[in-house]
Structure formats: structure tokens, C-alpha cells
């Protein structure tokens, strides 16, 4: 088993910037992947940023590359998901992830297979 505990979520006005944590811990040697997700309300689940654990290659959605910025500290196994220049669309709640393959199809895999962080909510206001 592997646990996910986000941190960092918040509300921040257009424009601002947040920064959330994810501490992991547990079974790590059963993923290779970290990353993560958001949810809007009423909708399935869709990756935001992804990275091998332990790498440095990074996988961004369409819709925040060049805005969010995935990075990971080995030593106190946190991963991390700098947000910049906020918009109201990114508003949602926020998972971390943790799960096997590769981050180029990570995305459109079978999400039951992931473990996963119990969330927190990023709000932008307009």
C-alpha cells in the first residue's frame, strides 16, 4: 500500500499562484509514477502533471503546461505541483497520485489502478 497526503489547496484570486505538497508514504518500490489529477464537479477524474519517481522528465496536460510545474524532493518524499497564473477553469479539487507505467499514457490508464491522495480543493476566483 502506498498513502498520499495533499496539503496546500486553497483560495486565490485570477492570476495568483498556489503550491500544493503531496507527502508519500508506505509501498513505493510497488509505483514508478507520481503525479496528479484534478476533478471538476460532476466529471471523471483528468491528469494535470505527471513525472517518474525518482526522474526528472515531466507530462503536463494541454490545458496547464507552461502555468503548473510538477517537482518531487526524494529526501522528504514530497511531491509537489506549483500552480501559476491561476484561472477560474482550474478551479476543482486536487489528487495526488501514485501508480506503474509510463507517464506518456498515464493519463488515459485505468485510474482504479492508482493510489490515491483524498484531495484538496483549489478555488479561483475571477
Known amino acids: 500500500q502506498v498513502q498520499l497526503v495533499e496539503s496546500g489547496g486553497g483560495s486565490v484570486q485570477a492570476g495568483g499562484s498556489l503550491k500544493l505538497s503531496c507527502a508519500v508514504s508506505?509501498?513505493?518500490?510497488?509505483?514508478?509514477?507520481l503525479g496528479w489529477f484534478r476533478q471538476f464537479p460532476g466529471k471523471e477524474r483528468e491528469g494535470v502533471a505527471c513525472?517518474?519517481?525518482?526522474?526528472?522528465?515531466?507530462t503536463y496536460a494541454d490545458s496547464v503546461r507552461g502555468r503548473f510545474t510538477i517537482s518531487q524532493d526524494n529526501a522528504k518524499n514530497t511531491v509537489y505541483l506549483q500552480m501559476n497564473s491561476l484561472k477560474p477553469e482550474d478551479t476543482a479539487m486536487y489528487f495526488c497520485?501514485?501508480?506503474?507505467?509510463?507517464?506518456?499514457?498515464?493519463?488515459?490508464?485505468?485510474?482504479?489502478?492508482?493510489?490515491w491522495g483524498q484531495g484538496t480543493q483549489v478555488t479561483v476566483s475571477s
Open positions: 497520485a501514485a501508480g506503474l507505467g509510463l507517464c506518456g499514457t498515464w493519463f488515459e490508464q485505468d485510474l482504479a489502478t492508482n493510489y
Open positions: 508506505g509501498d513505493t518500490d510497488s509505483t514508478n509514477i
Open positions: 513525472m517518474p519517481d525518482g526522474g526528472r522528465s515531466t
